[in-house]
């Protein structure tokens, strides 16, 4: 993983020799790839065929033939792909030598690599205290070194003004206050990358998702408008704590400090209850948001993960391209022969142990 030590060009150097050959060939071919642009171009029309997608038909040309017909697609190849990246104070823990912002530059750097060796584009918004920093797409390699060199850079602090400070300020209402140290507002990143990315595109949110509530509303907006991916980070103690006996522990980024005791079972079994609970919680809202998720954990092999970024994307083309059959077609299949002699009415009896059939599904939310 990522060294300290390190230099961008470095680091760089390390994955593409390390991990990005292996990784290539699997995420960006140069016929068939698994990173798709957003545009598509119309290629043909064709008579409709068994499991077309419905979505597809040219109603105009349909009801001037009398015959259904679909419209064919190229899709566009030219992608632009976006870095949303949390470097707040929690990133920036590790419980061995690794630490999650490590593991955030080493998949920024492989994966924007690979984007860009294909002529496509990247681009980052930093976030901090604050979205410090914006980096504008671009395509070389010259780039992508920027891009890290902007994540090492320590982003500003917000610090709370002293008490003449603060006196002066209130006198003087022309000079804003300087905010005091607080958490992590994910959400500030999101609603700015909303207002920021125009056209549809591929973005990575890559964060510990330790923030204030609120996010989850703007990555299901933001997952709305383009393809998301939110990549999570994660350390093992964050889910266990050790055996460490008296210890201080300090937040990173409000400064509040507390004496715990670590050595006891029952307030470690607590711990790991709450974390497990905040875990489930944490899935189920980037679910519910549209979003793909992807953990990057501190004590794992980058390759391996990003070979199951791999998998998520194959699974994600082969919903894509899931046959379709039109909902009319399909219950005209489905219903059975009329018969000659019908079944009577049910009773109450029977109307109340039997179940009602299920309302059919819009054509485009299920397959057959």
């Known amino acids: 993983m990522a060294d300290a030590a390190l230099t961008s060009d470095q680091l760089l150097r390390r994955l593409e020799w390390s991990v990005l050959r292996r990784l290539d060939g699997l995420l960006q071919g140069d016929y068939k790839t698994i990173l798709r642009g957003g545009g598509v171009d119309l290629a043909d029309l064709r008579e409709y065929q068994h499991h077309d997608d419905v979505r597809h038909i040219d109603w105009n040309v349909t009801a001037r033939l009398q015959q259904p017909y679909v419209r064919q697609f190229v899709e566009d190849r030219d992608l632009t792909a976006w870095f949303l990246l949390d470097l707040s104070g929690s990133v920036d823990f590790g419980s061995a030598d690794v630490t999650k912002l490590a593991v955030s530059a080493g998949f920024v750097a492989t994966l924007a690599r690979v984007i860009t060796r294909h002529g496509n584009r990247v681009g980052a918004m930093l976030y901090g205290t604050c979205v410090h920093a914006m980096l504008p797409p671009g395509a070389t390699r010259l780039h992508v070194l920027r891009l890290l060199q902007m994540m090492r850079t320590p982003p500003p602090k917000a610090t709370a003004p002293k008490a003449g400070v603060a006196a002066a300020r209130g006198a003087d209402r022309r000079s804003p206050p300087t905010a005091a140290p607080t958490g992590t507002r994910l959400a500030e990143l999101l609603e700015t990358a ?142 059975p022969a009329p018969t000659t002699n019908p079944a009577p009415a049910p009773t109450a009896a029977t109307a109340v142990t039997r179940q009602a059939p299920a309302k059919p599904a819009k054509p485009h939310q299920e397959a057959t």
Do not use: C
């Open 194 to 335: 909303l207002g920021v990315i125009k056209r549809r595109s591929l973005v990575f949110v890559v964060s510990d998702f330790i923030s204030e509530p609120g996010w989850a509303d703007a990555l299901g907006r933001l997952a709305r408008r383009h393809e998301v991916v939110a990549v999570r980070l994660v350390d093992p103690a964050e889910m266990a704590l050790p055996d460490v006996g008296l210890v201080t522990v300090e937040d990173a980024e409000t400064g509040e400090q507390l004496f715990i005791d670590a050595a006891d079972p029952a307030f470690r079994a607590r711990y790991a209850a709450i974390a497990e609970q905040q875990e489930v919680e944490l899935i189920e809202q980037i679910a519910r948001s549209g979003a793909d998720i992807l953990e990057l954990a501190t004590d794992e092999d980058l390759l391996e993960a990003l070979l199951r970024f791999v998998d998520l994307r194959r699974q994600r083309a082969r919903r894509r391209a899931s046959p379709r059959f039109p909902a009319a077609l399909r219950r005209n299949r489905a219903a």
